[in-house]
């Protein structure tokens, strides 16, 4: 070959040649045609070829130019006809992985923009991903030896469902559960389990772990009640005052 060009005919008005040159191929005047009804046209010395993966489907055409005093043959034609069903199948991949990539990088951005920790975790709680926030707390309660988010192993402790903060009843049940633990330290935290159902295989399910810190709030929670407390207590005793204080009015009297 001379020369190879693709011409993008649908979709947008650009060419892309190799070796490249600022100038567009030449196309026949019934390409339209060729793209419609994804007929090839094979010349003496260029070829036109639909590049699509199915009949009809077609958003732009391969073109081929022989050095001079060679031509294609006929029997090319079935080649030359396979090549752009390969570049067409080729291109919808790539399409579909380009939409794929935006796709994970849209739900990368709102899982890590969440404040809370966030991750996807085994039936054992082991996590896949993590956000960074869970990375954060994870590094905080483990004082730095734990950087991948495994959270649920330091919330919780024990054995079966205490272990892993009920991931395995919660995937049992196929329900959400919701739990709260309290560290040693005085830190208290709200963990909620969604259980996933992606496949039969007992051993790969999954569960979205998301902890919340509720130890600011019931702080809050205390002082209000021992503000109540205090309140009902100034009641009763202004209570009891005004109630001693009658017969002692009348005593002094």
């Not at 732009?60 to 006809?81: A, I």
Request: net charge negative; glycine share 8%.
């Amino acid at each position: 070959l001379e020369r190879t060009a693709y011409v993008c005919t649908f979709s947008s008005k650009n060419f892309y040649s190799i070796p490249e040159t600022p100038e567009r191929p030449e196309l026949p005047e019934n390409w339209v045609e060729l793209l419609t009804d994804s007929v090839s046209l094979i010349l003496d010395d260029r070829a036109y070829i639909p590049v699509e993966s199915s009949s009809g489907s077609a958003e732009g055409l391969l073109c081929l130019f022989r050095k001079e005093g060679s031509s294609f043959r006929e029997k090319d034609r079935g080649v030359l006809r396979a090549i752009g069903r390969q570049l067409g199948i080729a291109a919808d991949s790539i399409s579909a992985l380009n939409s794929i990539v935006r796709h994970n990088t849209n739900l990368q951005s709102i899982f890590e923009g969440i404040s809370d920790p966030l991750l996807l975790a085994d039936g054992t709680g082991s996590p896949i991903v993590a956000n960074e926030s869970a990375r954060k707390l994870g590094e905080e309660l483990s004082e730095g030896c734990i950087t991948d988010g495994g959270v649920v192993s330091l919330l919780c402790h024990g054995w079966g469902d205490s272990a892993n903060c009920g991931i395995s009843k919660s995937l049992l049940m196929n329900e959400a559960l919701s739990r709260e633990v309290s560290l040693p330290e005085g830190r208290s935290f709200a963990i909620n389990i969604y259980p996933i159902h992606h496949t039969e295989n007992p051993h790969e399910r999954r569960v979205v772990v998301y902890v919340h810190e509720t130890t600011s709030q019931k702080k809050m929670l205390a002082q209000m009640t021992q503000a109540e407390k205090m309140a009902t207590v100034g009641k009763l005793s202004a209570g009891l005052a005004h109630e001693i204080n009658n017969p002692l009015g009348v005593i002094l009297c």
